[in-house]
């Protein structure tokens, strides 16, 4: 039995391989700059497309095919990447990445709403269980507020005058969501909160991350060198391990970062709103489908299985690989002072960077007038409000 269980702990811990590997890309960051992470996040991407692709026989026929791929991969010069398709890839990343930074709040106060909304059902419906909605409800509402306030009494004493400003204007917002959660027939106090929280750390992540950018770590001497030609992932790490302290010293700055609470925190609301959207297509595409005379129930729930990212290794595989090489590309840049005052919204920078006030990120800005006009919108929507099924988690 013992051994049973250790033969079927060790094919698991095959298949996850590629995961692990992932646990490089901040590595590899740090001491070889966003370019070598980008280049490796290709290679990842082509074996997770290979092993898809392979049929289940040949995964019979040699148990051990998935080590084997990834040892090619791994194997293999990082620079055999061709340029043009590095540059397709960061252009990518580029321009989802604002469309994703809008997305991944709007989710997130969208969760907490249906969330709120079941607890409320509850309580209307099920007498028994009104009272433990109800404290859950007030016992959230009041977490949010306090860390609300904590954040925005640290950054009225920290921040700097046009944060601070900032800071008075989403306070007038808060005012002003709740004043039409008072006059909406459906409103919540718990989404009024969450709401008021989510203003709030948005602002207060914004002070954090303009701190780092106007004070910049120094660029290890290796960003500026490409790898050799004939380096690969293997022969890079090995470099890193028998680097010297005062040669590493640099990036293990950088690395550190990555091992924040912001980092850590941002990167898990990323890969929800990746997961979610991603689910929301694929669901909403076999439902289409199914209304099809050709296509049976059955066979259309079959194929959402198959392909929804909490099924699909493919999917959820492709999703963590470009999420984590995207926040960790964008964050590289900014702690090392690259990204201009609009992060998130690059595409900006040129015509706003003489104009705009380089401690105020436009990025964060549209973020919380995303969730304002979204909450609302719902508030004003309360009385004819449905459900949409795009927005229902």
Avoid at 235 to 248: D, E, P
């Amino acid at each position: 039995m013992c051994f049973g269980v250790g033969i079927g702990f060790c094919l698991a811990l095959i298949d996850n391989l590629p995961y692990v590997c992932l646990v490089t890309v901040p590595l590899l960051g740090s001491f070889y700059g966003a370019d070598t992470i980008y280049r490796l996040s290709i290679l990842l991407i082509i074996h997770s497309f290979v092993v898809e692709c392979i049929p289940n026989v040949l995964w019979r026929v040699i148990p051990l095919l998935n080590i084997v791929l990834l040892g090619v991969i791994v194997y293999l010069p990082v620079s055999i990447t061709p340029w043009p398709i590095v540059w397709v890839y960061t252009r990518i990343m580029w321009l989802t990445e604002p469309m994703l930074m809008v997305a991944e709040v709007i989710l997130l106060l969208n969760y907490v709403m249906r969330m709120s909304q079941i607890g409320a059902d509850e309580i209307e419906e099920n007498e028994d269980s009104a009272f433990k909605y109800k404290a859950a409800i007030l016992l959230f509402s009041s977490m949010c507020y306090a860390v609300t306030a904590s954040l925005a009494y640290d950054m009225y004493l920290n921040a700097t005058p046009s944060q601070v400003l900032c800071l008075f204007v989403i306070v007038f917002l808060m005012i002003a969501a709740h004043n039409m959660m008072l006059m909406a027939h459906e409103g919540i106090i718990s989404d009024c909160a969450f709401f008021c929280l989510l203003s709030t750390g948005i602002t207060y992540i914004m002070v954090l991350e303009t701190r780092q950018i106007s004070s910049p770590l120094a660029e290890p001497s290796l960003w500026t060198q490409s790898p050799l030609a004939n380096s690969s992932v293997v022969n890079i790490m090995y470099s890193i391990l028998h680097m010297t302290s005062s040669s590493a010293q640099r990036s293990v700055l950088f690395l550190k970062r990555f091992f924040t609470p912001l980092f850590l925190g941002l990167l898990a609301v990323r890969l929800y709103g990746i997961l979610f959207i991603v689910n929301k297509v694929t669901r909403n595409f076999f439902q289409d489908d199914k209304n099809s005379p050709d296509c049976f129930e059955e066979t259309v729930r079959d194929d959402f299985e198959e392909f929804s990212p909490w099924k699909s290794p493919l999917l959820l595989r492709l999703s963590i690989i470009f999420m984590l090489t995207q926040m960790s590309g964008q964050f590289l840049e900014e702690w090392s002072g690259q990204t201009s005052s609009v992060a998130g919204f690059s595409y900006l920078a040129s015509a706003s960077k003489n104009i705009w006030p380089r401690e105020i990120l436009f990025g964060r800005l549209i973020q919380v007038s995303s969730i304002s006009g979204f909450y609302m919108w719902r508030l004003y929507r309360a009385n004819d409000w449905t459900w949409n099924p795009w927005l229902t988690p």
